[in-house]
């Protein structure tokens, strides 16, 4: 007899450019399942200071990174002794089978940010039992789900993200995180508005090029659109020089301001090499693009932390809306 589960819900995820997707969700009270006949369970983290902050601060016992090292060990051991009986009691797991489940330390970290389920970032300093905060170096950082690790964020700011992120894993405090993104943000101004755009891939430009010429105007991604726009543009300045967009190509969407077309954004391919006058001369909509690619990005990264950073961060004003043209 098969079983067949009910779906429960279907989120829509982000464009992923041929990235692994892990999205494996389970009941908090039954985290164990089989995956192709083996039982598995997800990763585990948790700490044990709130247990012991009181001992420690009172001085009946130290806490150092050795000490935290060992005292995770003992608890990865400990776990594993239980896993025979657990297994017997659960899963009526003969003892000689139960005893071959076995668990293990992965990471010791001194401080993580955990956003949201399958969203966080730690600052590893041992890893299976190597130490990485080795060489002056404050260990490694593991971040799972993050801007920073997307294909859609610029490169330029997946490391400005890498770098407030190591800051704030190391102890940094709010004013130091806001001067560094009031710095970052003061350069990016000065960017052209082509260089502060998001990467996304085209995909069925051709399906949907048809059915508006057919229809006369179709729904389509915004991203496909900007596309579109950017051939369209070529044909318009009878330009045979820049390159053409097609299915699959990796494309920089940028964004605009009012203009005749009634477009809201034009994408220019990621291998041209000379970006043409005409595109240049568009009316970019840099306040738009640095709320997307930097305001959000950093909300998104460190809301969790309750800084207010946007209210604090916030480099246009009225004045400047008021005589932008």
Not at 155 to 181: P, T, Y
Not at 318 to 325: D, M, S, Y
């Amino acid at each position: 007899m098969i079983v067949r589960s009910k779906i429960k819900s279907v989120k829509k995820l982000k464009d992923f450019d041929n990235e692994y997707v892990y999205d494996i969700g389970i009941k908090d009270n039954d985290p164990f399942f089989f995956a192709n006949d083996i039982l598995v369970h997800n990763s585990c983290y948790f700490s044990a200071w709130p247990v012991l902050k009181d001992d420690v601060e009172s001085g009946k016992m130290t806490w150092t990174k050795e000490s935290a090292i060992q005292l995770y060990d003992s608890l990865a051991d400990s776990v594993n002794e239980s896993f025979p009986e657990f297994m017997k009691t659960a899963f009526h797991v003969p003892t000689k089978m139960g005893s071959i489940i076995k668990g293990g330390r992965e990471s010791v970290a001194g401080k993580g940010l955990f956003i949201t389920k399958k969203r966080y970032a730690i600052m590893v300093y041992d890893h299976e039992g190597r130490r990485l905060d080795t060489e002056g170096k404050p260990g490694k950082i593991k971040a799972m789900g993050l801007d920073l690790k997307r294909s859609d964020t610029p490169v330029i700011i997946q490391l400005f993200l890498s770098d407030i992120l190591e800051q704030v894993l190391q102890g940094a405090e709010r004013a130091d995180i806001i001067e560094k993104i009031l710095k970052f943000k003061h350069e990016f101004k000065e960017r052209p508005g082509w260089e502060k755009g998001t990467p996304k891939r085209v995909n069925n430009l051709t399906k949907y090029t048809k059915e508006e010429k057919r229809l006369g105007k179709a729904n389509m991604p915004g991203h496909v659109r900007a596309g579109m726009n950017w051939n369209t543009m070529r044909r318009m300045n009878s330009d045979n020089y820049s390159i053409n967009i097609v299915d699959g190509m990796k494309i920089i969407v940028c964004k605009l301001k009012a203009n005749p077309m009634g477009w809201t954004s034009i994408g220019y391919p990621t291998d041209e090499q000379h970006i043409p006058k005409w595109f240049k001369d568009l009316p970019f909509d840099h306040t738009a693009m640095e709320e997307t690619v930097v305001d959000q990005k950093v909300d998104n990264l460190l809301s969790v932390l309750d800084w207010n950073l946007a209210g604090a961060t916030q480099t246009a004003n009225t004045f400047n809306n008021l005589f932008e043209f």
